[in-house]
C-alpha cells in the first residue's frame, strides 16, 4: 500500500476528469485530499461531479477557484492540465510555494520568457517543473543522448482531419472534403507549439528533452487514414539513432487529445506515491 498524497488539480475539463476515473481506481495508493481549482463559474458543477462520480479517488475532495486557497490545503504534488493561460496564472505561484508541478500544457514553454520564470520559480521554491511524456515515447533516451550534443530531431504529427478544428489548419485546407494526407504546417518546434497550442505539446516534448526549440523540425499533417493521433520522429546523433512512431487512440471527449497523455500523467504520480518509480 503506497503513501497517501495530497494532490492539486488545476483544471476540470476532458484531461482532469479522465484521471479522476483512473485515481477513482487505483486502491494501492490512495490520495488523501484532492483539491481541484477551476474557473468560478464552474465550481458547483466541479464539487457535484466530484461527489457523484469520483467519490472514490480521494478520500477528502475540496473544489476551489484561487490559487491561493489551492495551496492553503498543503497539495504535496500539484497537475496542470488546463491549457496555457493556466500555466500563466498559477503554476509560477505553486512552484515559488516549494511545491512541485506536473504540467500537462508543454506547448506553453514555447514561451522563452515563461519558460524562464517557471524555471526561476522552481529554484526559488526549491521545487521541481515535471513535464511528463504525454502522447509520446523514448523521451528518456531523447534527454540521455542530448546531454552529447549533436543532434538532429525531426518530428511529424498526423491526425484526422477534424482532429484540427478550430486551429489555423481550417484556414489552409478544407478539412472537412480532405481525401488524402496534407502537410499544412513546416517550421520549428517554437512555431509549431505558438501556431497549435492544443495539437503541438508533443513537439514541446520533445524540444525540451532534446535539440532545444528552434532546432528541432516540425510537420504536422492531416490525414484522412489516420487511424488516431500518430506521432513519428527521427533522432541522429553521435551516441545513437533512433526512428519513434506511436499511434495513440484520441480522447473520446477530445480528439485533438492522446488518452495515453492521461496515463502518462497517472504514471508521475504513482511514480511519487508508490515503492518503486520506473
Same mark, same amino acid.
Given at each position: 500500500?503506497?503513501?497517501?498524497?495530497?494532490?492539486?488539480?488545476?483544471?476540470?475539463?476532458?484531461?482532469?476528469?479522465?484521471?479522476?476515473?483512473?485515481?477513482?481506481?487505483?486502491?494501492?495508493?490512495?490520495?488523501?485530499?484532492?483539491?481541484?481549482?477551476?474557473?468560478?463559474?464552474?465550481a458547483d458543477e466541479a464539487s457535484a461531479r466530484l461527489a457523484a462520480e469520483f467519490a472514490g479517488a480521494s478520500?477528502? $475532495?475540496? &473544489? #476551489?477557484?484561487?490559487?491561493?486557497?489551492? *495551496? =492553503? !490545503?498543503? %497539495?504535496?504534488?500539484?497537475?496542470?492540465?488546463?491549457?496555457?493561460?493556466?500555466?500563466?496564472?498559477?503554476?509560477?505561484?505553486?512552484?515559488?510555494?516549494? $511545491?512541485? &508541478? #506536473?504540467?500537462?500544457?508543454?506547448?506553453? *514553454? =514555447? !514561451?522563452? %520568457?515563461?519558460?524562464?520564470?517557471?524555471?526561476?520559480?522552481?529554484?526559488?521554491?526549491?521545487?521541481?517543473?515535471?513535464?511528463?511524456?504525454?502522447?509520446?515515447?523514448?523521451?528518456?533516451?531523447?534527454?540521455?543522448?542530448?546531454? =552529447?550534443?549533436?543532434?538532429?530531431?525531426?518530428?511529424?504529427?498526423?491526425?484526422?482531419?477534424?482532429?484540427?478544428?478550430?486551429?489555423?489548419?481550417?484556414?489552409?485546407?478544407?478539412?472537412?472534403?480532405?481525401?488524402?494526407?496534407?502537410?499544412?504546417?513546416?517550421?520549428?518546434?517554437?512555431?509549431?507549439?505558438?501556431?497549435?497550442?492544443k495539437n503541438a505539446n508533443v513537439a514541446a516534448t520533445l524540444a525540451l528533452a532534446g535539440a532545444g526549440f528552434?532546432?528541432?523540425?516540425?510537420?504536422?499533417?492531416?490525414?484522412?487514414?489516420?487511424?488516431?493521433?500518430?506521432?513519428?520522429?527521427?533522432?541522429?546523433?553521435?551516441?545513437?539513432?533512433?526512428?519513434?512512431?506511436?499511434?495513440?487512440?484520441?480522447?473520446?471527449?477530445?480528439?485533438?487529445?492522446?488518452?495515453?497523455t492521461v496515463y502518462s500523467v497517472l504514471r508521475e504520480i504513482r511514480n511519487r506515491i508508490g515503492p518503486v518509480?520506473?
Amino acid at each position: 500500500m503506497g503513501e497517501p498524497m495530497r494532490l492539486g488539480l488545476i483544471g476540470f475539463g476532458n484531461i482532469a476528469v479522465t484521471l479522476l476515473g483512473q485515481l477513482a481506481g487505483m486502491h494501492d495508493a490512495p490520495l488523501e485530499r484532492l483539491t481541484v481549482l477551476c474557473l468560478p463559474d464552474s465550481a458547483d458543477e466541479a464539487s457535484a461531479r466530484l461527489a457523484a462520480e469520483f467519490a472514490g479517488a480521494s478520500r477528502e $475532495t475540496a &473544489v #476551489v477557484t484561487d490559487v491561493q486557497a489551492l *495551496l =492553503a !490545503d498543503r %497539495p504535496d504534488m500539484v497537475v496542470e492540465c488546463a491549457g496555457h493561460a493556466a500555466v500563466v496564472a498559477h503554476v509560477p505561484p505553486v512552484l515559488r510555494a516549494g $511545491t512541485d &508541478v #506536473v504540467i500537462v500544457s508543454i506547448g506553453a *514553454l =514555447a !514561451d522563452a %520568457p515563461l519558460e524562464q520564470e517557471l524555471r526561476n520559480a522552481a529554484a526559488e521554491g526549491k521545487a521541481r517543473l515535471i513535464l511528463p511524456a504525454g502522447a509520446v515515447g523514448g523521451i528518456d533516451l531523447l534527454a540521455a543522448i542530448g546531454q =552529447a550534443g549533436g543532434l538532429e530531431v525531426r518530428y511529424r504529427g498526423l491526425k484526422p482531419p477534424l482532429a484540427w478544428s478550430g486551429t489555423p489548419a481550417e484556414a489552409l485546407i478544407n478539412l472537412g472534403a480532405l481525401r488524402e494526407p496534407k502537410t499544412f504546417f513546416t517550421g520549428t518546434a517554437r512555431e509549431a507549439a505558438q501556431a497549435y497550442p492544443k495539437n503541438a505539446n508533443v513537439a514541446a516534448t520533445l524540444a525540451l528533452a532534446g535539440a532545444g526549440f528552434e532546432a528541432t523540425h516540425v510537420e504536422l499533417i492531416a490525414d484522412p487514414a489516420a487511424p488516431g493521433n500518430v506521432h513519428e520522429y527521427s533522432v541522429v546523433s553521435p551516441l545513437a539513432k533512433y526512428t519513434m512512431r506511436i499511434e495513440n487512440l484520441p480522447s473520446a471527449a477530445n480528439a485533438k487529445t492522446s488518452v495515453s497523455t492521461v496515463y502518462s500523467v497517472l504514471r508521475e504520480i504513482r511514480n511519487r506515491i508508490g515503492p518503486v518509480s520506473i
